[in-house]
């Protein structure tokens, strides 16, 4: 099974989507530097969210983002007539100018984006990319075609705020004329960010511009109006073959010039899809490419010290569980077995009381440790690092600490997590806290608390164990290896606690609270609802289940949880369900694990119904509709989240890593008959199987 030849080739968008103004305004792009910063904005370049911008600078990296640039307004004098190429849409309904009219085709060179603009007979190309480890973006203009030659006005629109903020106008922004440009001092303390543009004229006319409208932030029940500051103009004249390139910097260096640049991340690209089977059709490799966008480095003392991942653009950082879930598919199933193990030890330094931090605030203050399942997502990412790269090295380093978060996890850690001695299952959780990923909180609500022992946690400390046994067998430590394995064959006997006869299931929580739980007709305190939690412990390499639960398992979550897209987070008609994801935040938030789609879950069900069926043709082809995905929302890329009903809109994060991560190398392990066997020898370790 195969998607059909359009998606064999680029990713291209024509004058159907390019021209008209609602769709040009929900097609959106990304761009990142691997620190963390990024630009973004929609194919006709409308800025619909506080988050989009030409320079998203992270003056912290990974974190810290900071716009310095909103866009670059671009307007072509040809022929006696003038053509804008931007749009603008303001807080009284106005949308001016309409440039998209004038966009012929929108696609991507790689990561980059490429606009093409039809005046008459003249076509123009813009670009924009990033320096790599810079806050630095460059915007390249080229005249492709052309009688005569342009005169091009460029209009930088700038501010220097939070990445989470609106600015609103009426400050001093103090700027200084510098050779082909200017350089903004927003204010005393503030990082100075020049924008330069060779061969042009700079002259300086500063005026705020005001009311500018993000109509996503409307729909997310959020503020939605901002002001800009115009710091003055820049003018010059391209001829056919011409090109001249807008450079945005933060950084006190000279910039490198925009063909190094290019030719930089050319060559990074071609790296990475060198690794990738031969005929892998075009959004496998669009995926591969998308990878590098979340790999970034975390800083220290304004050095690099480690690999980490991105969540999600545009608005997560790095996050725990996000990035041990991500790590196979961004970093091993292409072969980075380097990043994979920085990444790896990155984590390692900052573990605290046995547990793996949730996530990282901004400018480097202490981490969040409310996370049950990320530890544990460790040893995962651990073990597959193992088993792909052949490297025990890296394992036998981090040992000790993997033997100290068991123990930690024995004897008790933070939020009330630890193992209950009776059945040697895994308990976490206290009022007030949210401990797995379903961590929907609204002020003091936690949405979906699952206090209690949740399935999945359960699954990952089986699969732990298991590992822990292994791996402490092959370092010839026979005594813990015997220690470990008893303890995983307690808490696979235990597991069955969760089984549930009447609908041939699993519980989602067992031995929650009096308060939260409902009883099963054994009366002990359960969650029955059907939640795609469960496909964990048939798709993890250690499954605690027999073969006939197993089956059972993925047919419950194919019939009533899966769609194109990924797994609904909680089955329809079930209490609780929610089937469309939009609102104000509360709306949103009370949706967000209540029946919304959520891509990731797409790989593990993959590998789960390949353990059962054996198919591997059958299980590849459940990933394809998210290859047709790549040319909607962002394109080239995966949204977090999608409705639950159809047409199943994508919503959340544009560009979510676990989506692509999972996308990626479940496809690529089911690929051909030497990854194959390599999943087959993975999953079916152990006598469940």
Request: one cysteine or more; proline letters at 5%.
């Amino acid at each position: 099974m195969s998607l059909n030849a359009m998606n064999e080739t680029p990713l291209q968008l024509g004058r159907d989507v390019c021209g008209n103004f609602e769709r040009a305004g929900e097609h959106e792009w990304l761009v990142t530097n691997g620190m963390g910063g990024y630009a973004s904005g929609t194919v006709g370049d409308l800025n619909t969210r506080r988050y989009h911008g030409l320079l998203m600078a992270a003056l912290s990296p990974p974190t810290g983002r900071i716009l310095l640039v909103a866009k670059v307004d671009a307007t072509v004098c040809y022929g006696g007539k003038t053509y804008p190429l931007s749009c603008n849409e303001f807080v009284d309904g106005t949308v001016t100018p309409h440039g998209y009219l004038h966009l012929e085709s929108f696609f991507l060179d790689g990561t980059v984006p490429v606009w093409h603009y039809a005046l008459a007979d003249a076509l123009i190309e813009k670009r924009v990319l990033m320096a790599p480890g810079q806050n630095t973006t460059y915007l390249h203009f080229r005249v492709l075609r052309a009688s005569d030659t342009l005169e091009f006005e460029l209009t930088p629109l700038c501010t220097y705020r939070n990445y989470h903020s609106h600015s609103h106008g009426g400050w001093d922004m103090p700027i200084s004329e510098i050779r082909n440009g200017f350089k903004v001092h927003a204010f005393q303390d503030a990082r100075p960010y020049r924008v330069i543009c060779n061969g042009a004229k700079f002259v300086a006319d500063p005026a705020w511009y005001w009311n500018f409208k993000h109509r996503m932030e409307a729909a997310r029940g959020m503020d939605d109006s901002e002001d800009l500051f115009c710091p003055g103009r820049f003018t010059l004249t391209l001829g056919e073959g011409q090109d001249a390139t807008c450079v945005i910097s933060a950084e006190s260096a000279a910039p490198k010039k925009f063909a190094v640049v290019s030719a930089q991340i050319h060559e990074s690209s071609q790296a990475l899809l060198a690794v990738l089977p031969a005929g892998a059709p075009h959004w496998i490799k669009q995926l591969a490419l998308a990878t590098d966008q979340f790999i970034v480095d975390r800083y220290h003392d304004g050095r690099p010290t480690g690999k980490t991942i991105i969540a999600g653009y545009p608005w997560f950082g790095d996050w725990g569980r996000d990035t041990m879930i991500s790590l196979p598919g961004l970093t091993l199933a292409l072969q980075r077995f380097d990043m994979a193990a920085s990444i790896l030890r990155t984590f390692a330094t900052h573990i605290n009381e046995g547990m793996l931090p949730n996530r990282f605030p901004e400018y480097d203050e202490t981490p969040e440790y409310n996370t049950v399942d990320a530890t544990l997502w460790y040893f995962h990412a651990v073990d597959q690092y193992t088993r792909r790269s052949g490297d025990i090295a890296l394992a036998k380093e981090l040992y000790p600490i993997l033997v100290d978060i068991i123990a930690y996890h024995r004897k008790g850690t933070r939020y009330g997590i630890k193992v209950d001695v009776m059945d040697g299952l895994l308990a976490a959780g206290v009022d007030g806290a949210q401990l797995t990923w379903m961590d929907a909180k609204i002020g003091d609500w936690v949405v979906t608390p699952r206090i209690g022992k949740p399935v999945e946690v359960n699954a990952l400390w089986y699969n732990a164990l298991a590992i822990m046994a292994d791996l402490s067998k092959q370092l010839g430590k026979k005594k813990l290896a015997d220690e470990y394995r008893k303890a995983a064959a307690h808490v696979r006997s235990s597991f069955q606690r969760f089984w549930n006869n009447e609908q041939s299931y699993l519980y989602d929580v067992i031995d929650g609270p009096e308060d939260d739980s409902g009883s099963d007709s054994a009366g002990r305190k359960v969650d029955p609802r059907l939640r795609p939690n469960q496909i964990l412990a048939v798709a993890l390499p250690n499954s605690p289940l027999d073969k006939k639960q197993q089956k059972a398992v993925v047919d419950v979550c194919a019939g009533q949880l899966l769609t194109s897209h990924g797994l609904r987070s909680l089955a329809p008609g079930q209490h609780g369900y929610v089937p469309y994801y939009h609102g104000n935040p509360k709306q949103r938030d009370a949706a967000y694990h209540q029946g919304t789609v959520w891509a990731w879950f797409i790989g593990p069900f993959v590998d789960a119904h390949y353990r059962v069926y054996r198919d591997a043709d059958k299980a590849r082809s459940f990933l394809e509709p998210l290859g047709l995905h790549l040319g909607e929302a962002c394109v080239g890329s995966i949204s977090e989240i999608f409705d639950a009903e159809p047409p199943y809109a994508p919503r959340g994060c544009f560009a979510q890593a676990w989506s692509v991560s999972e996308v990626l190398r479940a496809w690529l392990d089911l690929h051909d008959s030497n990854r194959n066997r390599y999943m087959i020898a993975s999953i079916g370790k152990g006598k469940s199987t």
